[in-house]
Nanobody, 122 residues
Framework: VQLQASGGGLVQAGVSLRLSCVVS????????MGWFRQAPGKEREFVGG???????YYSDSVKGRFTISRDIVKSTVYLQMNSLKPEDTAVYYC?????????????????WGQGTLVTVSS
C-alpha cells in the first residue's frame, strides 16, 4: 500500500487549506484512514480519522475546525482545515490502519504517507 499526501503550504492564520491523501496498492475500503501531525520539536500527534463506514473522529485540538472526508472512487482521503492557527503548523501525515478501536495510536496504523508541511503564519 502506498500513500501520497499533498496540499501543504504556507498560509496565513484564519484561512483554510485542504490536504489530500491518495491510497494505492490495495483495496481502499480495507483500511480506516487517519491523519497525524508533528510540529517542530514535538511528538507526532493524532488529528483525526475516518472509519470504513464513514464515521469520523477528531482530537479535541481540531474538533470543529477540521473535517475528514473520503472519495472511495478516487481512493482519496481529505483533511479540510479551517480557521487555521499558528499552532497548527506541522508536518501532516496520512496513514492507513486496521484497528479502528485504537485509532489514536500510531501503532494501529500499518502504512504511512511521506508527510506534507503546513505552515501557518500569524
Amino acid at each position: 500500500v502506498q500513500l501520497q499526501a499533498s496540499g501543504g503550504g504556507l498560509v496565513q492564520a484564519g484561512v483554510s487549506l485542504r490536504l489530500s491523501c491518495v491510497v494505492s496498492g490495495r483495496t481502499f475500503s480495507r483500511y480506516f484512514m487517519g491523519w497525524f501531525r508533528q510540529a517542530p520539536g514535538k511528538e507526532r500527534e493524532f488529528v483525526g480519522g475516518i472509519s470504513w463506514s464513514g464515521e469520523t473522529y477528531y482530537s479535541d485540538s481540531v474538533k470543529g475546525r477540521f473535517t475528514i472526508s473520503r472519495d472511495i472512487v478516487k481512493s482519496t482521503v481529505y483533511l479540510q482545515m479551517n480557521s487555521l492557527k499558528p499552532e497548527d503548523t506541522a508536518v501532516y501525515y496520512c496513514a492507513a490502519g486496521s484497528r479502528w478501536s485504537e485509532r489514536a495510536r500510531e501503532g494501529s496504523y500499518d502504512y504511512w504517507g511521506q508527510g506534507t508541511l503546513v505552515t501557518v503564519s500569524s
